[in-house]
């Protein structure tokens, strides 16, 4: 069963608030984590729901431009991307029943840690390819309709770290997704929400997409 926004947050024993569209503050200034999702209804998910990917070939078309060096992987050799390379690569990742598209963090167990509002905006203001302020969850950048997505998110008040948490809403989500959408994964092992790439650290998916940002 796809994991609707609601049953991720719940099942780290958290409530939630929002939504706000992508692109509007975050009014929550302490850390804790926050999700990219396509439908304003936190209960959307199940076999009514499916979610087409719009992925925009002029925006991958600039990335490409601003990284020179950057590589993908065709029949195990390195070679400079098109950007129908890019966007065949990105659709293979693609989950179309499920309404998360990234689950992140902000800060730290802090108390002067930066919170939801600071690195939401930091995501916001990112440009595909820069290696900074947002370089996790950078896919997102590439959607022709983000602006038509919405955030939800909840500070985390207990003594877990905002990463902790991250990371458990991501092996829940990971453990929900249907046998039919793992299956059409070019890499179905790691079947990490579509613009998460990492989880746990150090742990990747096999997109084969190489230096998709400038060194920093």
């Known amino acids: ?41 936190p209960d959307a998910a199940g076999p009514a729901f499916r979610y087409e990917a719009h992925i925009s070939s002029s925006a991958i078309a600039q990335w490409i431009l601003g990284v020179p060096e950057m590589r993908v992987c065709i029949d195990g050799c390195m070679v400079p991307p098109s950007s129908r390379d890019v966007k065949k690569r990105l659709l293979e990742f693609w989950l179309p029943d499920e309404p998360i598209l990234y689950i992140g963090k902000a800060g730290t167990a ?14 916001y203001k990112h440009v595909l390819g820069n290696p900074r302020p947002h370089r996790g969850g950078h896919w997102l950048k590439t959607l022709a309709d983000l602006g038509q997505k919405f955030i939800f998110w909840t500070p985390v008040l207990d003594n877990r770290a905002p990463e902790v948490v991250e990371h458990e809403m991501i092996a829940l989500f990971v453990s929900h997704v249907t046998e039919e959408a793992r299956v059409m994964l070019r890499d179905p092992a790691h079947a990490f929400p579509w613009a998460n790439l990492e989880h746990p650290r150090g742990t990747r998916k096999k997109h084969g997409l190489h230096r998709q940002t400038l060194k920093r």
């Open 1 to 41: 069963m796809p994991t609707s926004v609601r049953s991720c947050f719940e099942a780290v024993g958290l409530s939630m608030d929002g939504p706000v569209k992508y692109d509007d503050p975050v009014p929550e200034s302490r850390p804790g984590v926050y999700v990219v999702t396509h439908d304003r209804d």
């Open 110 to 123: 802090s108390p002067s840690s930066r919170g939801i509002d600071e690195r939401v905006k930091d995501l």
